[in-house]
């Protein structure tokens, strides 16, 4: 089977460039040509067509853009795609990247995959300033899963990283969709990296510090914890975006690392002793497996893909609210024991869980999209004409001013 993989992001700090570069890597390892196209500077040695953004393109986070222009790649893009012959075309989303790779798809009739990695139509509304009406809100998300759900109509097969956002994504779509989960290496996150008998207490989290992950949630659980009487830790922020300023500000006990990568990464989750995640958006949270690969207990919150991740009691807690949130991270906080007896099922459950499983379920998405376009054409009702009732977000509280 040939893959041809048109990426939103391969070389920035996040999610999806994560999950891109770690497929690449697994499909070379197990034999499978893959061709990634993306955005960067030329590298014929690399192998990948990367396509370089010009000045019309404009900032969507700190190091991810997109250019309106980008469009004009599409020729040298089609002379690669024809030259490399795929079987499949998998696109992880409306990007200037993924746009090229739809059109290819279509013209020269090339089955195509597409998948979720971002709740774009969640960002509408939790961006919006605080002020904003709900029903504005609600309506901005509204408005952009429509507009999201009309792009992913376009291919043969859609996939998504969790249960409960692959359900709606078909419904919108009206296409058939699978499971696309993440794997973790846990090689480089490993719990024997951590630094014997280190103090104070260090509390964790690793991400991009922008609004829509509910960031500043964590000023919140300082003073918590202060108030229950728990003064010596530290919560230690790795990564970085727009609210890292005001979160240096706010947080008394906050430690600052910036973007950690590698085995610097994989030490500083070793020397953790547990993990908060309290982002609402997230479609899977790469992060969270990552941390219980590394002997870390972990605390999410119930909505968004981590909830998939963490065994509630096992190797971590789910909180239903806010409230739960603090408790059950205080909890961890102050009962050594149970810290301990987590950190070892939060170990055994990620050990089973590696990129190459992942890229086996993948493979059969791409099976299924090469099958449906073989198929006798056949009239269907597409589903996702009629409106579809998406998940709207918490009006912003104090302790979310911009988190």
């Not at 008394?252 to 309290?278: I, K, N, S, W």
């Not at 499983?357 to 449906?372: D, Q, S, T």
Request: net charge neutral; aromatic share 8%; charged share 25%.
């Amino acid at each position: 089977m040939r893959v041809a993989f048109f990426t939103d992001s391969f070389h920035e700090v996040n999610g999806v460039a994560h999950t891109s570069r770690m497929l690449a890597a697994t499909a070379k390892r197990l034999g499978v040509p893959f061709l990634v196209v993306c955005a960067g500077e030329p590298d014929p040695a690399s192998g990948r067509l990367q396509l370089p953004r010009g000045s019309a393109a404009f900032a969507v986070e700190r190091d991810l853009f997109y250019d309106p222009l980008f469009y004009r790649h599409r020729a040298e893009a089609e002379a690669r795609i024809r030259e490399f012959a795929p079987d499949v075309i998998h696109v992880t989303g409306p990007s200037d990247v993924g746009t090229i790779g739809v059109v290819l798809a279509k013209k020269l009739k090339i089955p195509l995959v597409a998948s979720w990695h971002t709740n774009l139509h969640e960002y509408a509304g939790e961006r919006l300033p605080a002020f904003v009406p709900n029903f504005l809100r609600e309506a901005a998300v509204s408005a952009s899963f429509w507009a999201l759900s009309r792009f992913y109509q376009l291919a043969d097969v859609v996939m998504a990283p969790n249960a409960e956002l692959l359900e709606l994504v078909e419904q919108a779509s009206g296409r058939a969709g699978f499971l696309m989960r993440r794997g973790v290496d846990t090689n480089l996150f490993d719990p024997a990296k951590r630094t014997p008998a280190r103090r104070p207490l260090r509390i964790g989290t690793v991400g991009r510090l922008s609004v829509e992950k509910n960031i500043h949630f964590l000023t919140t659980l300082e003073r918590y914890l202060l108030a229950q009487g728990v003064d010596d830790f530290r919560i230690v922020v790795i990564g970085d975006g727009g609210e890292r300023a005001k979160l240096e500000q706010d947080l008394q006990h906050g430690e600052f690392t910036g973007v950690l990568r590698g085995e610097a990464l994989a030490q500083a989750y070793a020397d953790l002793d547990l993990f908060v995640f309290p982002s609402r958006t997230d479609t899977f949270g790469n992060v969270v497996l990552e941390a219980l690969a590394s002997g870390v207990p972990a605390v999410v919150t119930a909505s968004g893909g981590p909830k998939f991740i963490v065994q509630s009691g096992e190797s971590g807690f789910i909180a239903a609210d806010d409230e739960a949130f603090l408790r059950w991270t205080h909890s961890l906080a102050t009962d050594p024991n149970l810290r301990r007896r987590m950190a070892v099922q939060a170990r055994e459950q990620a050990i089973g869980t590696t990129w190459e499983k992942v890229f086996e379920e993948i493979e059969g998405a791409y099976r299924a999209a090469m099958l449906r376009r073989a198929a006798p054409p056949r009239t269907r009702r597409v589903r996702g004409t009629h409106p579809v009732a998406v998940p709207t977000p918490k009006t912003p509280d104090s302790a979310e001013s911009a988190g």
